[in-house]
């Protein structure tokens, strides 16, 4: 740090499995190389959320971006400080939450302009406008790297019976848009064969 002390930085998580503990031991190795120590802290889900919501971590680590597949039609929301699950400035999600009674106005310029930019998303009239405003807010979000990415594209598995048709072979698996399976319409999916045990 400027004054001389080294730079620590304690990620908090939910403590619930290995996974983000052990990612977190390979950033730290990486960071180390930079003169940063980063240690882990796992808790409970609740006391982690509690902390996070209290504005008392410094950093966390949890899952990204529910949006799998944004386009300019979809809402702009996670990229907004409008939530307080959002770990990243819960104080100011809580203050768009609750209009005002809880939680910290953003104090930050590009903060305050990501909230301007999705009231003008949910004010545009054509896709031609909400395309102009996620374009802005993905810029922004590039320039202060409000949250670091680590993990992205991982295949997920799904196991299928050989008698249902119609399943893609291939496909989005995210929460956003269709809430994982819906964005291919499994009221599509059928099955082959009459009998029962038939394969």
């Known amino acids: 740090l400027p004054d001389g002390r080294p730079m620590k930085i304690v990620v908090e998580t939910a403590g619930e499995d290995t996974e983000q503990t052990d990612v977190l031991e390979l950033i730290a190795d990486s960071w180390a190389k930079l003169g940063i120590k980063l240690y882990s802290r ?34 702009p929301e996670e990229f907004a400080p409008t939530g307080q699950d959002q770990l990243q400035w819960p104080k100011w999600g809580q203050h768009h939450q609750t209009r005002g009674k809880v939680g910290e106005a953003p104090d930050l310029p590009e903060a305050k302009e990501l909230m301007a930019q999705y009231r003008a998303w949910r004010a545009a009239s054509d896709t031609a406008g909400r395309r102009a405003v996620w374009r802005r807010m993905l810029a922004i979000h590039a ?14 598995p799904v196991v299928v019976s050989r008698r249902l048709r119609n399943v893609p072979e291939a496909g989005v698996y995210n929460w956003e848009p269709g809430a994982h399976f819906g964005i291919h319409r499994p009221d599509t999916f059928w099955l082959a064969g009459g009998r029962a045990g038939a394969k």
């Open 42 to 75: 796992p808790s409970q889900r609740e006391m982690f959320r509690s902390r996070i919501y209290a504005g008392e971590c410094m950093m966390s680590v949890w899952s990204g971006y529910e949006n799998g597949v944004p386009t300019a039609d979809m809402s």
């Open 143 to 156: 320039d202060r790297v409000f949250t670091i990415g680590v993990v992205a594209g991982v295949p997920q």
